[in-house]
């Protein structure tokens, strides 16, 4: 089980696998390739932060592995916000 780091675009779907414990379903896309495959991704941990922080068109840093099933499984992640939203 190695660790990857990716920076991604959140596609703008998700989906609520679980509620307890509660469990996320998203995909993502990488940024720098916009023809490649989406990326199916999984998280658990602090599933419910990220949910609440998801926005549309997100760009997002994940941290986390693969699984027999090929969706990674975020185990960290960082949503980056717009100045404007911090602000006020």
Partial sequence: MQSENL???????????????FML?????PMGDTSAKPINCIVV????TLFYQ????AKLALYG???FRHQFVI?????????????S
Avoid: C
Avoid at 13 to 20: A, F, H, P, R, T
Avoid at 75 to 87: E, R
């Fill in 7 to 21: 920076t991604v675009k959140y596609l703008n779907e998700s989906k609520i696998l679980k509620l307890d414990p």
């Fill in 25 to 29: 379903y998203l995909q993502v896309i």
């Fill in 45 to 48: 941990h602090h599933a419910l």
């Fill in 54 to 57: 998801l926005k549309p068109d």
């Fill in 65 to 67: 592995h693969y699984n």
């Fill in 75 to 87: 185990t960290k992640f960082m949503v980056q916000s717009a100045v404007q939203t911090l602000a």
